[in-house]
């Protein structure tokens, strides 16, 4: 759940989605590397991490995060976020 929703539900206006830093990502093929991924899909996520030392002017300044369990944690108790706390497209 806390990829999911760290990954999709809106905590900082202005950004449409996250990526996660955190250890987890070693057991979980580079999940968290998500604005990466959604910026070159082709590459494998093994890679990602390369990517982002690369290219740090691009990925640094986003908002992400270290734990997912801590981003369950703001998910249930921040009033400020709800069911509907995604980004629409029209």
Not at 36 to 57: M, N, Q, Y
Not at 73 to 85: G, V
């Amino acid at each position: 759940a806390g990829h999911f929703i760290s990954e999709h539900y809106v905590f900082e206006e202005g950004q449409e989605t996250y990526s996660y830093y955190g250890p987890l990502n070693k057991i979980t093929f580079n999940v968290g590397y998500h604005n990466e991924h959604h910026d070159f899909p082709a590459i494998p996520g093994s890679r990602l991490p390369e990517l982002k030392k690369a290219a740090p002017e691009y990925y640094n300044h986003l908002h992400s995060y270290n734990s997912w369990t801590n981003v369950i944690f703001k998910f249930i108790f921040n009033r400020d976020i709800t069911l509907f706390s995604r980004t629409e497209r029209k």
